[in-house]
């Protein structure tokens, strides 16, 4: 946690950026029956009827001190999965870094053995080393600002049904350029200071 909390103290560095990463799920619901839409005195009217298309993986990244946040849909959230997002971000998003600082959840998929599983060493390799993973502690995920992000994703754009990956992918391509024109960041202000005060009771007792 204090890992987490020191480096959201350092300023903005361009050659060493901080990225925050998360992902979740959406299912993917069509209607059987077409909505009618709202009008003058009466509110949209939704049949309760739907059909299930299967779940889409949502992943998503996020440099809070420069305001620009990427989601990225896919069919599944497996190791390989991953390990592609990781070299897009290397290599599409941050190609001009030195190194990235990558804030996550401590989850199975997210290692540098994902990335050996999924490439040659020697491009898995050149991926790690653009790459300074900083874990979120077990049942701390909250300290990770993608998932402040995720919370917007779904409030704006994800709280309804969804047919098809296609429009998803729309969807949700919209609503971040919508975003990052628009320079969102969050002001983190919860620090190492106040974690210990706050938070008393998770550090250990120690008798003098």
């Not at 204090?2 to 979740?24: A, F, G, N, S």
């Not at 540098?112 to 020697?122: K, Q, R």
């Not at 701390?140 to 919370?151: K, N, P, Q, T, V």
């Not at 919209?174 to 969050?186: D, P, Q, T």
């Amino acid at each position: 946690m204090e890992d987490i909390l020191d480096l959201y103290k350092l300023p903005y560095d361009p050659k060493h950026p901080q990225v925050c990463m998360d992902e979740t799920s959406k299912q993917l619901i069509s209607e059987v029956q077409q909505p009618i839409p709202a009008k003058s005195g009466r509110v949209k009217r939704v049949d309760y009827e739907y059909e299930r298309q299967g779940v889409a993986n949502l992943f998503v990244l996020f440099e809070p001190l420069r305001g620009w946040r990427h989601v990225k849909v896919t069919d599944h959230r497996t190791r390989q999965d991953w390990a592609y997002l990781m070299k897009e971000l290397v290599d599409v998003h941050y190609p001009e870094v030195e190194f990235i600082r990558l804030v996550m959840d401590n989850l199975n998929t997210h290692t540098a053995g994902a990335l050996y599983e999924t490439f040659e060493p020697a491009e898995a390799k050149r991926i790690l080393d653009k790459l300074e993973f900083h874990y979120t502690p077990k049942h701390g995920s909250w300290l990770d600002m993608a998932e402040i992000e995720f919370s917007v994703l779904s409030r704006q754009c994800l709280d309804r049904r969804i047919g098809d990956k296609g429009l998803l992918i729309s969807e949700v391509d919209a609503w971040e350029k919508e975003r990052n024109e628009s320079w969102v960041k969050i002001d983190w202000r919860f620090t190492t200071e106040d974690a210990r005060i706050k938070l008393k009771k998770l550090y250990p007792s120690i008798s003098k």
